[in-house]
C-alpha cells in the first residue's frame, strides 16, 4: 500500500472516520487502554468500521512511524450506496448490469475485473467490507484507472446485496463450475447482477442458494477452471453480445 493510502496514530485515524474517510483496512495493537483509545472505539462501534487486533509487531512492519498502535489505509475513492445506486439505473430507462464479488481477495484480479467491468458498461461492482480485497495501489494500477470511472458499493453482507437486487425486479446469476447450464442459456437481456467468487474456493454455499439461476463456462481443457477476472470477462461479454 502506498505512503499516501496510510495514516497512523489514533487522532489521525478519529478524525478521517469523522470526516467520512472510507477506511479499506484498520490495525489497532492488543491492549490499548487510553482514553483516546477507548474515544477511537466508541466511534468504531458507532460508525460500524471493521477492524483488527494485531500485535505490536505488526504494526512496526506496517510503518517505522510513531503510530500510537493504529495504522490504517484509508480508500483512495468515495463508495457509493448500493439502494440509491440501483434506483437510479433504474429510472435511468437501461437495463441493469451489475456485478457482485464474493470474497475476491487478489487485488490485480479485483483491478482486471473493474477494468473489464467498466469497459462492458456494467452500472456498478458491489464488495462486502469484511474479508475482501482492498482497492489498494496495486488495484488501481491493474484497472488502468477504471476504480475512478465505475461505481463501487460496499455493502455489510452479500446476502443483503442479493435480497435487495431481487426486490428491484434484477435476477441474479452465480458463476460456477457446478451450474448444469452455461451461461449461453442465460436471459442476460433482462436486469441481471453476475456472482463471481473468490480465487479459491469460489461463491459460498450459503450465497449461491440465494441466487435465481447458476451458470458456467464449457471447460475442455484438463485444468478444470479459469482466472477469476478472464471467467469474468467471458460472462459479461456475453451479456454484451445478447444485449446488442
Known sequence: MKDEFQIFGIRAV????????????LFIQKGLHSDLAKELMHLLKKENVIFSYVPLEKLN??????????????????FHNLENL????VESGETPLFLILDQLSDVRNFGAIIRTAECTGVHGVIIQKKG??????????TSAGAVFKIPICKVDHIK?????LQGSGIQV???????????????????????????????????VKLVDQQAKLPMFGEIGSLNVSVACGVFLYEAIRQRI
Open 173 to 207: 446469476v452465480a458463476a460456477t463450475e457446478k451450474a448444469l447450464q452455461p451461461i449461453y442459456d442465460i436471459d442476460m437481456t433482462i436486469p441481471s447482477a453476475i456472482i463471481m467468487g473468490s480465487e479459491g474456493k469460489g461463491i459460498s454455499t450459503s450465497v
Open 14 to 25: 478519529i478524525e478521517a472516520i469523522t470526516s467520512g474517510k472510507s477506511i479499506d483496512k
Open 132 to 141: 475482501g480485497a482492498p482497492v489498494s495501489a496495486d488495484t488501481i494500477k
Open 86 to 89: 440501483v434506483l437510479k439505473v
Open 61 to 78: 512492519k506496517l510503518t517505522r512511524k510513531n503510530h500510537q498502535g493504529v495504522v490504517a489505509h484509508i480508500s483512495p475513492i468515495e
Open 160 to 164: 443483503d446485496a442479493i435480497f435487495y
